[in-house]
């Protein structure tokens, strides 16, 4: 079965820092890559994907991620955080041409102002 | 805006209940899913369903089972709760082509006493 993992459960950082999260992926095939967000109190809300092409991917909210198929990685990034940006973040995968998807345990993102 | 629906926010039930979980989505997807949602070990896949009255089990389907009469109801019962299924419950759906992503409902905060 697919496994994604994501390091670092807990970051605290201070506004205008850099963050970057981590994520790893067991599936040698065709594999579509997701981060997702869930802030406090809300439902899940997707940040970026990826299909194909361009390996540098754009989401919402000033946030990108970076597929690196060599490392099995999707790592998310964004370079300037808000305290807005305080959530739980979630990589997940799909693959095999199945539309289930696994999730990492998530990384908890605490943004000091 | 489409929408997946679950039915309560906060539940609780007593032990050795029998307890529904009600999902309806209004996109006409084909693919509905429940995970199950807990701190440090993120979302793990109960069930999931391609088609009406079709279900397949997940990673952690001991203790649920499911329902889908119609394509946009997705049940998950639990046959006698246990405390150790106290947990946040998200049910989400999608289209049948992998990799589209999904959209999740709200969740429901399930306590078993």
């Known amino acids: 079965a697919q496994s994604v993992s994501q390091h670092n459960h807990h970051v605290i950082l201070s506004e205008a820092a850099s963050l970057e999260l981590g994520c790893n992926y067991s599936y040698g095939g065709t594999v579509n890559l997701f981060w997702y967000v869930q802030y406090p109190g809300q439902h899940l809300q997707l940040l970026l994907k990826?299909?194909?092409?361009?390996?540098l991917v754009k989401g919402i909210k000033g946030f990108e991620a970076e597929f690196i198929k060599s490392k099995f990685s999707f790592n998310l990034r964004k370079p300037s955080v808000q305290w807005s940006d305080t959530a739980e973040y979630f990589c997940a995968v799909t693959s095999g041409g199945n539309n289930r998807l696994a999730f990492g345990k998530g990384n908890q993102v605490v943004v000091i102002p | 805006d489409v929408k997946v629906t679950q039915s309560s926010r906060y539940l609780v039930k007593r032990t050795g209940e029998k307890v529904f979980l009600e999902c309806v989505q209004d996109?006409?997807?084909?693919?509905m899913f429940w995970y199950r949602q807990d701190p440090g070990l993120g979302l793990r896949l109960i069930y999931f369903?391609?088609?009406?009255?079709?279900?397949e089990k997940g990673d952690i389907p001991e203790g649920y089972s499911v329902s889908r009469e119609k394509k946009e109801r997705f049940s998950l019962i639990l046959e006698s709760a246990s405390t150790n299924q106290t947990s946040m419950y998200l049910c989400a759906s999608s289209l049948p082509v992998g990799g589209i992503g999904y959209t999740f409902g709200s969740g429901t905060r399930l306590t078993v006493v």
């Open positions: 996109m006409d997807h084909e693919n």
């Open positions: 990826y299909f194909s092409g361009d390996p």
């Open positions: 369903s391609y088609d009406v009255k079709m279900k």
